[in-house]
């Protein structure tokens, strides 16, 4: 019941240049161990937003909160609030099951769930369907073939819908995991190193899909890699030991970094 | 070839006894021996009552055990939080698995028989054997269980699945034939146990068939403990054709679970 309210917000504000993401004083703690430190951040609707930074400095942790997937370790305790779309997604009224349909996540190593590939791409959506009567064959071809295309995988997969998702190759598993969260339609799709278990041919391919996906989706993704930031996002974010040091468009950032942080980690000083 | 020699070892135990039984036992084989009731003092006629008894005590204390055993396990792996209970809990399913079974027959007797008022009954004897098998539901459930991959959870959660779809759609599908496995396990334990049912609802000599599980009935088990120690006279054939008719039901079950598991397996898509 909170997805239309958040649609009807994303339509006042008229698509591409307001905020998708919008966090206030976000910090959080593992146990005794805080990893983000009053986090304010503004992400823009409609762009690929990259998250950089060395190993431990709460990219991860970052992105993992926004889709509240961090809160199944149970011993998390999160202060500040997370805004998507102008609704506190840690608000008491709010259901979780709404929040993880809007913002899809696409996880470092490819998890398709060991079943056919049409019935990966179904899956998401048939368990928001539950309840309603059964959908016609012909419904779920069109919002399969609709997935997979939209990932430029139809053509590849288009003859074997039925074999299993874990018999692909990891670059197609990947897109894959992409293509099953469309059906939903989600408005935030978050990328945790999305390509780090990918060879350089797929890395491209799949860099070359999050570009196609830009506009359709809010894109968050979380990288190790700088070439990859560089190339494939639009607006940059770097954090270190659980603070934002910079955000700026992804040109400035790595042509005329503001802080000498920042200059260091591009320059590869430490990482 | 040491392990060839080990594997061997193992392998010949159960061929020998096998082998012992098929010879001594066969010969008692025969309808009559199945289909009637034991006669002259337990020395000649059949096992028909011990073996229809055997089957009720066995099938009430699945009915009990196994829902009971899947359910605390999938409260244990999949909602318990990780905290003094849930380990204290832990810790008595092992301890509950340790404790030998003609303790648990006492506890049958002062529970179920006594306190509960269920007298001597199939149902006494069957809670008796579910309590005693449960440890080996839990834990085997526990495990395939958690067998399931972390990804495949994580992947349904991240596509907002609440916790019992997830455990419906992705982990359930996945550990089924594990739990059967377990299921196997207690069924081979339950027929064959003798001790937490003699005084709880196993009878000594009574040849009728049980009608309700208020019921006292024979036993298998016990009455191969009966005729082989109790009762003189018996021909040596006897003890070895119901040990033999044990066997062959014990491990008629065990293929019937395996073949159920292979077929779900089979039919799954993963």
Same mark, same amino acid.
Request: net charge negative; hydrophobic share 50%.
């Given at each position: 019941?909170?997805?239309?309210?958040?649609?009807?917000?994303?339509?006042?504000?008229?698509?591409?240049?307001?905020?998708?993401?919008?966090?206030?004083?976000?910090?959080?703690?593992?146990?005794?161990?805080?990893?983000?430190?009053?986090?304010?951040?503004?992400?823009?609707?409609?762009?690929?937003?990259?998250?950089?930074?060395p190993?431990?400095?709460?990219?991860?942790?970052?992105?993992?909160?926004?889709?509240?997937?961090?809160?199944?370790?149970?011993?998390?305790?999160?202060?500040?609030?997370?805004?998507?779309?102008?609704?506190?997604?840690?608000?008491?009224?709010?259901?979780?099951?709404?929040?993880?349909?809007?913002?899809?996540?696409?996880?470092?190593?490819?998890?398709?769930?060991?079943?056919?590939?049409?019935?990966?791409? &179904?899956?998401?959506?048939?368990?928001?369907?539950?309840?309603?009567? /059964?959908?016609?064959?012909?419904?779920?071809?069109?919002?399969?073939?609709?997935?997979?295309?939209?990932? &430029?995988?139809?053509?590849?997969?288009?003859?074997?819908?039925?074999?299993?998702?874990?018999?692909?190759?990891?670059?197609?598993?990947?897109?894959?995991?992409?293509?099953?969260?469309?059906?939903?339609?989600?408005?935030?799709?978050?990328?945790?190193?999305?390509?780090?278990? &990918?060879?350089?041919?797929?890395?491209?391919?799949?860099?070359?899909?999050?570009?196609?996906? /830009?506009?359709?989706?809010?894109?968050?993704?979380?990288?190790?890699?700088?070439?990859?930031?560089?190339?494939?996002?639009?607006?940059?974010?770097?954090?270190l030991?659980?603070?934002?040091?910079?955000?700026?468009?992804?040109?400035?950032?790595?042509?005329?970094?503001?802080?000498k942080e920042t200059a260091d980690y591009i320059e590869g000083r430490y990482g | 070839?040491?392990?060839?020699?080990?594997?061997?070892?193992?392998?010949?135990?159960?061929?020998?006894?096998?082998?012992?039984?098929?010879?001594?036992?066969?010969?008692?084989?025969?309808?009559?021996?199945?289909?009637?009731?034991?006669?002259?003092?337990?020395?000649?006629?059949?096992?028909?009552?011990?073996?229809?008894?055997?089957?009720?005590?066995?099938?009430?204390?699945?009915?009990?055990?196994?829902?009971?055993?899947?359910?605390?396990?999938?409260?244990?792996?999949?909602?318990?939080?990780?905290?003094?209970?849930?380990?204290?809990?832990?810790?008595?399913?092992?301890?509950?698995?340790? =404790?030998?079974?003609?303790?648990?027959?006492?506890?049958?007797?002062?529970?179920?028989?006594?306190?509960?008022?269920?007298?001597?009954?199939?149902?006494?004897?069957?809670?008796?054997?579910?309590?005693?098998?449960?440890?080996? =539901?839990?834990?085997?459930?526990?495990?395939?269980?958690?067998?399931?991959?972390?990804?495949?959870?994580?992947?349904?959660?991240?596509?907002?699945?609440?916790?019992?779809?997830?455990?419906?759609?992705?982990?359930?599908?996945?550990?089924?034939?594990?739990?059967?496995?377990?299921?196997?396990?207690?069924?081979?334990?339950?027929?064959?146990?003798?001790?937490?049912?003699?005084?709880?609802?196993?009878?000594?000599?009574?040849?009728?068939?049980?009608?309700?599980?208020?019921?006292?009935?024979?036993?298998?088990?016990?009455?191969?403990?009966?005729?082989?120690?109790?009762?003189?006279?018996?021909?040596?054939?006897?003890?070895?054709?119901?040990?033999?008719?044990?066997?062959?039901?014990?491990?008629?079950?065990?293929?019937?679970?395996?073949?159920?598991?292979?077929?779900?397996?089979?039919?799954?898509?993963?």
């Amino acid at each position: 019941m909170h997805e239309p309210i958040m649609n009807e917000t994303r339509a006042a504000n008229g698509g591409n240049g307001h905020d998708a993401i919008f966090t206030r004083d976000l910090n959080l703690w593992y146990g005794d161990f805080q990893a983000l430190f009053d986090v304010n951040l503004a992400i823009k609707d409609g762009m690929i937003t990259s998250l950089i930074g060395p190993s431990g400095c709460g990219k991860t942790t970052f992105l993992r909160s926004i889709n509240r997937i961090n809160e199944r370790l149970g011993y998390v305790r999160t202060e500040g609030s997370i805004l998507v779309f102008d609704t506190d997604i840690y608000g008491g009224e709010v259901e979780l099951a709404q929040v993880r349909k809007q913002i899809g996540m696409v996880f470092q190593r490819p998890n398709p769930l060991p079943i056919s590939i049409s019935d990966n791409v &179904l899956f998401g959506f048939q368990l928001h369907g539950e309840g309603r009567t /059964r959908m016609h064959k012909s419904e779920k071809e069109e919002i399969v073939e609709a997935a997979l295309k939209q990932v &430029l995988l139809w053509d590849t997969v288009k003859d074997r819908l039925d074999s299993k998702a874990t018999e692909l190759s990891l670059e197609e598993q990947q897109k894959l995991c992409i293509a099953r969260l469309l059906p939903v339609k989600p408005t935030i799709l978050l990328m945790d190193e999305p390509c780090s278990a &990918l060879d350089p041919k797929g890395t491209e391919a799949v860099e070359e899909l999050i570009w196609e996906l /830009r506009g359709d989706y809010t894109i968050v993704i979380v990288t190790h890699n700088m070439a990859q930031a560089r190339r494939a996002s639009e607006e940059c974010i770097f954090m270190l030991m659980g603070k934002v040091v910079e955000h700026t468009a992804t040109e400035d950032m790595f042509v005329t970094p503001a802080k000498k942080e920042t200059a260091d980690y591009i320059e590869g000083r430490y990482g | 070839m040491l392990f060839l020699i080990m594997t061997a070892l193992l392998i010949l135990p159960v061929l020998i006894i096998l082998a012992t039984l098929i010879y001594k036992g066969g010969p008692a084989i025969s309808w009559e021996f199945l289909f009637d009731d034991p006669r002259e003092g337990m020395t000649a006629g059949g096992i028909f009552p011990a073996l229809v008894g055997t089957i009720w005590l066995v099938a009430v204390a699945l009915l009990v055990s196994v829902p009971l055993g899947v359910a605390a396990a999938l409260y244990l792996s999949e909602f318990a939080p990780d905290n003094w209970f849930t380990r204290f809990i832990n810790l008595c399913i092992i301890n509950l698995a340790g =404790v030998p079974s003609i303790v648990h027959a006492l506890f049958g007797v002062g529970a179920f028989v006594l306190f509960f008022g269920f007298g001597t009954s199939i149902l006494a004897a069957s809670l008796t054997l579910a309590i005693m098998t449960l440890p080996i =539901v839990i834990v085997a459930t526990r495990e395939s269980l958690q067998a399931v991959p972390l990804a495949f959870r994580e992947a349904c959660w991240n596509m907002g699945a609440t916790r019992w779809q997830t455990i419906h759609r992705v982990v359930l599908p996945n550990a089924v034939s594990g739990i059967l496995t377990g299921v196997i396990l207690e069924v081979s334990r339950t027929t064959g146990e003798t001790a937490p049912i003699m005084f709880t609802g196993a009878a000594f000599f009574l040849p009728f068939l049980p009608t309700s599980v208020f019921d006292q009935t024979m036993a298998m088990s016990l009455h191969l403990f009966v005729i082989s120690t109790q009762v003189p006279g018996v021909p040596d054939h006897l003890p070895y054709g119901v040990a033999l008719v044990l066997i062959a039901m014990v491990l008629t079950m065990n293929a019937a679970s395996i073949g159920l598991r292979m077929y779900l397996r089979g039919k799954k898509k993963w």
